[in-house]
T-cell receptor, first 111, second 112 residues
Framework: GENVEQHPSTLSVQEGDSAVIKCTYSDSASNYFPWYKQELGKRPQLIIDIRSNVGEKKDQRIAVTLNKTAKHFSLHITETQPEDSAVYFCAASREGTALIFGKGTTLSVSS | DAGVIQSPRHEVTEMGQEVTLRCKPISGHDYLFWYRQTMMRGLELLIYFNNNVPIDDSGMPEDRFSAKMPNASFSTLKIQPSEPRDSAVYFC??????????FGQGTRLTVV
């Protein structure tokens, strides 16, 4: 089955800096790669996703890149703000299967 | 739609008791997932259903865990008997085909 590794487990940045979180996956048939943000005591919520036919996707300060050959994908957050502080999860799935999540990255943005 | 609805939000029970967690998925969604979240193990997939049929229950930790989906609008996750190591936040999520999974608010289970 699918296995997703996520790094780093914790990340501390200054407000305005960029943050990058990286994930690798094992199943070459996986074709859907979402990123979820989970604030303390809340549910995980989708912030951006990418499919295997696309190499990069942007949404304002957030971008995701995918390298299918290397089987890794990354989340980039630019101009970080204190409200970006949360736990971020990457996930992967193939058609008709469940999302398998990485272990999460705790991002702390200090002002 | 009100989103994925889980109940109860919090459950405190004694070791050995039966626990039943409930989930109402978003109307029209054909996939339903149960996840367990702990600090040590992150978000673990327990079981998922497609059109009310269990597809993969390999993540269910032991025979003490069981899940059902009697119809498209309701699912249960049962633990019998419960143990302290079952303490975690249990999330139900639903999706339509291979798209965004929407999570419920979760049930925080504490077994003492």
């Amino acid at each position: 089955g699918e296995n997703v590794e996520q790094h780093p487990s914790t990340l501390s940045v200054q407000e305005g800096d960029s943050a990058v979180i990286k994930c690798t996956y094992s199943d070459s048939a996986s074709n859907y790669f979402p990123w979820y943000k989970q604030e303390l005591g809340k549910r995980p919520q989708l912030i951006i996703d990418i499919r295997s036919n696309v190499g990069e996707k942007k949404d304002q300060r957030i971008a995701v890149t995918l390298n299918k050959t290397a089987k890794h994908f990354s989340l980039h957050i630019t101009e970080t703000q204190p409200e970006d502080s949360a736990v971020y999860f990457c996930a992967a799935s193939r058609e008709g299967t469940a999302l398998i999540f990485g272990k999460g990255t705790t991002l702390s943005v200090s002002s | 739609d009100a989103g994925v609805i889980q109940s109860p939000r919090h459950e405190v029970t004694e070791m050995g008791q039966e626990v039943t967690l409930r989930c109402k998925p978003i109307s029209g969604h054909d996939y339903l997932f149960w996840y367990r979240q702990t600090m040590m193990r992150g978000l673990e997939l327990l079981i998922y259903f497609n059109n009310n049929v269990p597809i993969d229950d390999s993540g269910m930790p032991e025979d003490r865990f069981s899940a059902k989906m009697p119809n498209a609008s309701f699912s249960t996750l049962k633990i019998q008997p419960s143990e302290p190591r079952d303490s975690a936040v249990y999330f139900c999520a639903s999706s339509f085909m291979n798209t965004e999974a929407f999570f419920g608010q979760g049930t925080r289970l504490t077994v003492v």
